[in-house]
Structure formats: structure tokens, C-alpha cells
């Protein structure tokens, strides 16, 4: 039987290189990493390779996890699956997605670092419901600046966060100087970064508070090493084998949470590597596939550290489109890198396929994936039916449904009407917001 995790795994010791340092630009008003508590401090940069997890945060694991992992036999039949898929489920606690993995810890750790209240900023509102939950847990105060376009669209993820006495604004806002200069402008309503960048500057106004991001960081991948490390497990238990490991990315957390073990047991030796790690991503945002590796912003404040990640630039109009938690300009730092060394690989879905993939699991599997994760079934089912030439699959693919669609539902409502439209990112615009970005490593192509 499958045991839940008593430790972390960090993938840092089996990287072979450091992670690029961040850059400071001049005239910042002081770094977001001031307010960090520095046991995630040393979690983003040590080279340690196993964490303990603190009890009080084991012991809310303990009411969901492990989560499930089954065969999905009936998808498998219905997409033309060559090999086995194998799903690994994440939608089975308060928040509704893996968000909760990191959430809990991340209010620990600020707690026990004496913070009062968290500030965050949110996308499609899976990471809102569960750091409001997480600060409720223990305590806390939240206030929580979602992108008004997924607000608009899911009412219900407000509904849930106040439920959990969070202070919930639609950004842009006028509560915020960030806010009220990016209401004016096209696309701003669709921007994440424009949501943490208001995030970042309520909490400077108060010592007691502290802003606190739910997916890009290394700490928060840490933190989802869970989802992955059971999956070797529950996959052992089963006899079975797969050679792709496939998760959407908005930042990264969800995909790294459950790639990179499989990544740090093949380096140590304790199994195969499988043949692909793939990042779903959402065409709308396409940074691991047509972006630029470069220095830039995690927020649109233009305050804090530069750092080192693929990217369509934190100032690019990201298009409407209800994947709202994967429209981050962004990869995460620590996956940027693996993907520049070629560790791991990415594909681009539409909405329409993505939300396609969604119903179809939805009927097969009697499980609504959030749209999000209809992205990473979509690239899982054109690898197991073999239309992905260049991602072989032999014996079979895991991937991960990183939270349910109940709260999603306008979504599958505008599939069903028809009216779902793809709108991926010009090339043109993303080319602007990266000309000025400077390169990770000037001498080789993004």
C-alpha cells in the first residue's frame, strides 16, 4: 500500500550546475525576497536532496493523500491509446488542486516566521482558494488579487475564498497603483502578473504581511515533489511502467511536482529516466515553446529581481481564454534551466482541444478535469495514440489531472455552445515584449 511522503525531494543535487542567479535592476523598492522565511530560502538553493515535512503539515496531508492513480482504460479507448495512460489525480481536496501541497506549507513556514496575514495573486483561482484555506488552517489573514477575467468567469472560486474569510480583489484594481495604471490598458484584465504585481505592492505597506506566490518558485516545486513520489510508488504497486510523464505548466509546479522525481530517481540510479518530461502549455502563453530564454520580471511592478526563465515577457496582452491558470508569461527558473539543457520538453494545446480533452475524460473517466488540466490530456493523448512523431511513448504515459472542473463549468458551457475560439499569441507582440529582455546565454538561441 502507498504511503503518504514523509519527506520532499529536491532535484537541485542532480542538476549538475547551479541555477542562474537573479538580477537586481536599479530603483527597486526592495526585494519580494526580504519577507521570506528562510527555510524557503534554503530549500530554493541547497543542494540538501531530502526535506522532512513539518508535522503540522503532514498531518492535513494525511486527511487526502495519497491521492488516487488509476488506468484510464475507457479514455484510453476512446482517443486510440496505443499504451497505457495512467492518471494521477489531484483534485480531491478543500482547494480542488495540487495547489494545496504548497499552500499549506507556505503558511506554516510564514506563521512560524511571525506574518499575520498573506498576500498573494491568483489566475484561475485554484492557488487563492488554497492559500486562503492554508491561512485559515493556521490562523492568518489573505487578500487575494484575482485576474478580473477568470473572476468574471468563475464567481464560485470567490465565493470560496471569502468563504475562508480572504479579502478577495478583481484585478486591476484601484486599490493598488499597479492596478490603476494597468486598467486602462488592452489585455490587462487577462494579465497574472499584473495580479501579483498588486499582490507584491499591498503587502509592502505592512510589515505583518507578506506576499506569497503559489507555482514558479523552487520551493513550491519542492513541495509538490509529493504528487510524483507517490506516483513511482502507486506505479511499482501496479507492476507498470511509463516512459512519458506529462503535467500543464502555468509557472510549473503542477509538472514539476510530479516529473521531477521521476527525473531525480533515474539520476540516482533508482530507475529508468522515461523517454519525455512534457509541459503542457496553453498556446495562448506559450513561453516553453516560442518564448525567449531571458532575465525578466515575475510581476508587472518591475521592482523586484530579474530572473532567469523562459519567457513571452511579463508585459505581454495575454489573450482571453479560460486556461487562466496556465497564463503566466513565465516558466519557472528551475524548469527554464532544465529546458534549456534539453532535461525536459514541451508542446502548445489550444482551448478547444484542451477542453475537448476535458469532456472526453469527463464521459470516459466520470471525473471533470479543470481546463488547465485538459491541456496535459490532450498532450497525453496524442503521445499514447502516437500522433506526436517526435514523443514516442512504448510502454506508457502518467499524467497528472492537477484539480477538478466544478468551478469551471462556464468553460465546458462555451465548448458546448461552440463558441470556444483559439487564440494563440502573435508572434509579433511576443517578439515586442521580449526584444528589450536580455539573454540567459547570449550565445545560444531561445
Known amino acids: 500500500m502507498t504511503t503518504v511522503p514523509t519527506a520532499w525531494r529536491s532535484v537541485l543535487p542532480h542538476l549538475g550546475e547551479q541555477l542562474p542567479a537573479d538580477l537586481t535592476p536599479p530603483h527597486t523598492a526592495g526585494p519580494v525576497t526580504a519577507t521570506l522565511p528562510l527555510e524557503l530560502v534554503r530549500q530554493s538553493i541547497s543542494h540538501r536532496e531530502f526535506w522532512p515535512i513539518p508535522e503540522p503539515v503532514a498531518e492535513r ?157 523552487t520551493y513550491s516545486i519542492l513541495h509538490q515533489s509529493v504528487i510524483g513520489l507517490e506516483s513511482i510508488d502507486q506505479l511499482a504497486a501496479l507492476g507498470a511502467d511509463v516512459d512519458a510523464v506529462v503535467g500543464c505548466v502555468g509557472a510549473g509546479s503542477n509538472f514539476g511536482g510530479l516529473a521531477l522525481p521521476f527525473f531525480a530517481a533515474a539520476r540516482a540510479g533508482e530507475r529508468a529516466l522515461p523517454a519525455d518530461l512534457i509541459a503542457a502549455e496553453s498556446s495562448t502563453t506559450p513561453k516553453l515553446t516560442r518564448g525567449v530564454y531571458a532575465y525578466d520580471h515575475t510581476d508587472a511592478t518591475g521592482t523586484g529581481p530579474l530572473e532567469a526563465m523562459y519567457t513571452v515577457g511579463s508585459g505581454f496582452a495575454i489573450p482571453s481564454s479560460h486556461s487562466a491558470g496556465l497564463r503566466f508569461h513565465g516558466a519557472a527558473k528551475l524548469l527554464s534551466a532544465m529546458r534549456y539543457r534539453d532535461h525536459i520538453s514541451a508542446l502548445a494545446v489550444g482551448e478547444r482541444e484542451a477542453l475537448t480533452a476535458g469532456r472526453t475524460f469527463a464521459l470516459t473517466e466520470l471525473v471533470l478535469p479543470a481546463p488547465e488540466s485538459g491541456h496535459a490530456l490532450a498532450v497525453a493523448a496524442r503521445v499514447a495514440a502516437g500522433r506526436e512523431s517526435g514523443h514516442p511513448a512504448r510502454h506508457g504515459v502518467l499524467v497528472c489531472v492537477s484539480g477538478h472542473g466544478l468551478l469551471d463549468l462556464a468553460a465546458y458551457d462555451k465548448l458546448l455552445a461552440g463558441s470556444p475560439e483559439d487564440r494563440p499569441a502573435d508572434t509579433d507582440l511576443v517578439r515586442a515584449a521580449t526584444a528589450s529582455l536580455r539573454a540567459v546565454h547570449p550565445t545560444r538561441g531561445a
Open 61 to 217: 496531508y494525511r486527511a487526502h493523500r495519497p491521492t488516487p492513480l488509476w488506468r484510464a482504460r475507457r479514455f484510453e479507448a476512446e482517443i486510440g491509446a496505443r499504451v497505457p495512460i495512467y492518471v494521477k489525480y489531484e483534485g480531491g481536496n478543500i482547494s480542488g488542486s495540487h495547489k494545496w501541497n504548497t499552500a499549506l506549507a507556505q503558511a506554516y513556514y510564514y506563521h512560524r516566521a511571525g506574518f499575520r496575514e498573506l498576500v498573494t495573486g491568483t489566475g484561475a483561482g485554484q492557488w487563492g482558494s488554497a492559500l486562503a484555506a492554508a491561512c485559515a488552517a493556521f490562523g492568518m489573514a489573505c487578500t487575494v488579487f484575482m485576474v478580473g477575467g477568470s473572476l468574471r468567469d468563475k464567481p464560485y472560486r470567490g465565493s470560496l475564498m471569502r468563504l475562508f474569510d480572504a479579502q478577495l480583489h478583481a484585478s486591476p484594481s484601484p486599490l493598488t497603483a499597479v492596478g490603476r495604471a494597468a486598467a486602462d490598458r488592452p489585455g490587462q484584465g487577462n494579465s497574472l502578473a499584473v495580479a501579483i504585481g498588486e499582490a507584491v505592492e499591498y503587502a509592502r505597506a505592512d510589515p505583518k504581511r507578506a506576499f506569497c506566490i503559489g507555482s514558479g518558485e
